[in-house]
């Protein structure tokens, strides 16, 4: 069964910045994307990245996020700046593009809080 491991989460101020990363089983080189599920809220996409770098980002965080990957396998990151307390919750990572609809079992998740 594929796993996905995210980590890299943490308690930052507002305007700070963290890198999350994603490990999976699946060596295959796949369309990616995180997404993320504030308190209280349904999980959404948050950015997408496809085997050739084609990328895609939820408007609230364009130019400030920037998702990529590593090698030939599925490690992605997802480097965020200037965080918002409206960026809190937890991120997964999972296979597809910007949607749900080949996703594997979640991992965990790692937790993002953006506080002063």
């Known amino acids: 069964q594929v796993q996905l491991v995210e980590s890299g989460g943490g308690l930052v101020q507002p305007g700070g910045s963290l890198k999350l990363t994603c490990t999976t089983s699946e060596s295959r080189r796949s369309d990616m994307t995180w997404h993320r599920q504030a308190p209280g809220k349904e999980r959404e996409p948050v950015a997408a990245i496809s085997p050739y770098s084609y990328t895609r980002y939820k408007d609230s965080v364009k130019g400030r996020f920037t998702i990529s990957r590593e090698g030939a396998g599925n490690t992605i990151y997802l480097q965020m700046h200037d965080l918002q307390p409206e960026d809190t919750g937890v991120y997964y990572c999972?296979?597809?593009?910007?949607?749900?609809?080949?996703?594997?079992?979640w991992g965990q998740g790692t937790q993002v809080t953006v506080s002063s």
């Open positions: 999972n296979f597809g593009f910007f949607s749900e609809s080949l996703v594997a079992p």
